[in-house]
């Protein structure tokens, strides 16, 4: 969507701080021991006392509150019965809805204890999504977003998965532009306009450069062995630096 009041802008405010708290509550709560189901329901909770309906299932019937995927899982993990083991790579994916407006946030950690290599995928990742988010200002190529994502990929020699994307959002929860790749694509002639509201979300991985859907029909993943990382804002383009609707 395009704001085009005041009015949309503090509604997206809103939604965007319920779906960024709700990510940190939940990265908070997280310890070993615990199915993905548990942390989901806590975050479900955390949706439900701020009036908030959970995206995936509104939009797409998805069967949990939230997105976790662990380890080989980069993406739309459904939460279950798996365990959550110390080590474990986790992402988080947060999205809502509150008075028809839609905000979408994700991050990644590793569960204590810590491991050096990929707390290093993380920090590699959440460093590709703050320098995408310096270049996404009215007036430039969307293009430049994938560029940046790419250049930092590359300088921390990890690959990029080139299947998942960020996106439009606002109205709904994906909306035009419905993919902005995470890597360089000298073709795509598209410009970002002021109000405009998109999620960026950098997909970074130690070995893969694509995933598949696994057997229950939601869950992303690459084959066994590989790691992935995410990190996500939704925010609203500007003459300058992007107003981040989901920061806490």
Known sequence: MTIENDDDLQHL????????????????????????RELDLYGGELLKQAGARSAPQLAYGFPGFTCISLNEEAAHGVPGDRIIQAGDMIN?????????YWADTGGSAVITPGDPIKQ???????????????????GAPINHIGKAIQRVAKEKGYR???NLCSHGVGRFIHEEPKE????YNPHDKRVLHEGLVITIEPFLSTKSRSVSEAKDGWTLI????NLSAQYEHTMVITQGEPLLLTAV
């Open 13 to 36: 405010k809103v939604i965007g701080q319920i779906v960024g708290q709700t990510l940190k509550k939940m990265l908070d709560y997280v310890e070993p021991g615990m199915t993905t």
């Open 180 to 183: 902005i790749p995470g890597y």
């Open 160 to 162: 990029i998965i080139r």
């Open 120 to 138: 290093s995928l993380c920090d590699a990742t959440r460093l590709a999504l703050s320098q995408a988010i310096k270049t996404a200002k009215a």
């Open 222 to 225: 690459a084959p066994k062995g």
């Open 92 to 100: 988080i994916d947060v999205s809502a809805e509150l008075n028809g």
